[in-house]
T-cell receptor
């Protein structure tokens, strides 16, 4: 069975601080995909990144960066120089390789509150 | 850029009533999903649908739930007799190829009174 754990339920920072969100996953699949989604107060799920299990290169996109470490089954997400608009719940998710029924398993989410 | 759409955005219903939640996936998508999120909790998988049949369903997806894609465009989730605990946000998602990312609709917020 697949499992995603986001140990931090809520993080509060002051604007311009960096914030790192932890994600630890469990899977027996050798091929799998990891995701981060953002859920702002309006409720929709906004896709941020997808990473497959064979690509351990870290990625940076603007103020966002991701650190994938297969050895520790972690896929952490860092927001650099946080802004108030970054306030949201962030979900880490995992899917396996199955062609049909390739469902996402989500972590419990981390609420990020960025104060001005 | 094409988007997944869902209607209604909000629905209030009485316990025991039937509800139908509608989704219009992106036109070239082939795999479809429903997820739900009880307020303040994580997003949970309900069911996946491919080639006009259910490919996988969770324990949550009991006999009270059904899905169909009646006209090749709309993808619906029906709850036959709603319970208080069905109150949640319901998300539709889809993609064309398993190598791709699932894109989510904006959700339908269901409140059962």
């Amino acid at each position: 069975a697949q499992k995603v754990t986001q140990a931090q339920t809520e993080i509060s920072v002051v604007e311009k601080e960096d914030v790192t969100l932890d994600c630890v996953y469990e899977t027996r699949d050798t091929t799998y995909y990891l995701f981060w989604y953002k859920q702002p107060p309006s409720g929709e799920l906004v896709f941020l990144i997808r990473r497959n299990s064979f690509d351990e290169q870290n990625e940076i996109s603007g103020r966002y960066s991701w650190n994938f470490q297969k050895s520790t089954s972690s896929f952490n997400f860092t927001i650099t120089a946080s802004q108030v608009v970054d306030s949201a719940v962030y979900f880490c998710a995992l899917s396996g390789p199955k062609a049909a029924g390739n469902k996402l398993t989500f972590g419990g989410g981390t609420r990020v509150l960025v104060k001005p | 850029e094409p988007e997944v759409t869902q209607t209604p955005s909000h629905q209030v219903t009485q316990m025991g009533q039937e509800v139908i939640l509608r989704c219009v996936p992106i036109s070239n998508h082939l795999y479809f999903y429903w997820y739900r999120q009880i307020l303040g909790q994580k997003v949970e998988f309900l069911v996946s649908f491919y080639n006009n049949e259910i490919s996988e369903k969770s324990e949550i997806f009991d006999d009270q739930f059904s899905v169909e894609r009646p006209d090749g465009s709309n993808f619906t989730l029906k709850i036959r007799s709603t319970k208080l605990e069905d109150s949640a946000m319901y998300f539709c998602a889809g993609y064309r190829d398993p190598q791709e990312t699932q894109y989510f609709g904006p959700g339908t917020r269901l409140l059962v009174l």
